[in-house]
């Protein structure tokens, strides 16, 4: 197995809203503030190469939203998944399955492009299995209110009519021992319905994706929870489990919302988990 760290590109989003009751004055320490109090957010993927699989978990924003759209979430940098793929020697074309941890749109935007002559959509990995779950996908396509605008048709849809979406299934337990994906699952209610974290065997290391079950560093403490998360005291449970079992067995955690600091170890001390060390995903993944 080779694992490849995939930037798909960067955005801002309202610092308030990534942390909730937290003041400013405490989470600005760790995710600085511009004046219109926006924060670094980045769209960071993982890329799993097993065998005779290429695995990509989430796809990003994409780029087939209008310009007044992603004029609300101030893009930067030059980052693209064709360019990092291309990086590592891939190609879209060579995807056999990607893997959406939920299906608000900063995760699978870039599943599905427009077509040549943007008449109708086509899935950005042609060649791939589209894998999410059937509780996650009927909480998506018959959204509440308060998701509604994170669930866009466009992204979810077209999946579903080419014929490329697929089902895992949710055990009794929270993880799922050995998925059809060769990789262990956890799922999470809190932040949306039947979010789903791989956890993955690499080496002699154990490495974990939480996407936004834990965004960035800024989030580890127990009661700094995004103001976006449908179920905030589920969340609190969820992640104070979480975090025992990645500092108790010293997992290492890649972030993909975190624009700055891309895998992190975590501990156990007399305030609860905490940050342990912050390491370049190239050093983890080789």
């Given at each position: ?41 980045g769209a960071r993927l993982l890329l799993i190469e097993d065998g005779n699989r290429l695995i990509l978990v989430d796809t990003g924003m994409g780029n087939k939203q209008s310009e007044k759209f ?217």
């Amino acid at each position: 197995m080779n694992l490849y760290s995939i930037e798909s590109g960067n955005f801002k989003l309202d610092g308030g809203a990534m942390f909730g009751v937290v003041p400013k004055v405490i989470w600005n320490k760790t995710n600085p503030a511009d004046s219109n109090n926006l924060i670094d957010i980045g769209a960071r993927l993982l890329l799993i190469e097993d065998g005779n699989r290429l695995i990509l978990v989430d796809t990003g924003m994409g780029n087939k939203q209008s310009e007044k759209f992603f004029g609300y979430y101030y893009l930067w940098g030059d980052h693209s998944i064709e360019k990092s793929l291309k990086k590592h020697g891939f190609h879209p074309d060579d995807i056999t399955d990607v893997f959406l941890t939920h299906l608000h749109f900063d995760h699978v935007g870039g599943a599905v492009n427009w077509n040549t002559d943007r008449t109708g959509y086509t899935n950005a990995f042609k060649n791939a299995k589209y894998w999410t779950n059937e509780n996650h996908w009927q909480w998506a396509t018959n959204p509440n209110v308060r998701e509604k605008a994170s669930f866009l048709t466009e992204n979810i849809i077209p999946i579903q009519e080419s014929g490329a979406l697929h089902f895992i299934d949710r055990p009794d337990t929270d993880l799922l021992k050995q998925s059809d994906l060769g990789f262990d699952i956890f799922f999470a209610d809190g932040h949306t319905e039947k979010q789903m974290i791989p956890i993955l065997k690499y080496k002699d290391k154990t490495i974990a994706y939480p996407a936004d079950l834990l965004p960035t560093v800024g989030h580890i403490p127990l009661p700094y929870v995004m103001g976006y998360d449908t179920r905030p005291l589920l969340t609190l449970a969820e992640k104070e489990k979480f975090l025992k079992m990645a500092a108790d067995n010293n997992w290492y955690l890649f972030l993909g919302h975190d624009a700055h600091n891309e895998v992190i170890t975590v501990q156990n001390t007399e305030k609860g988990v905490r940050l342990k060390e912050i390491h370049r995903a190239a050093d983890i993944l080789i």
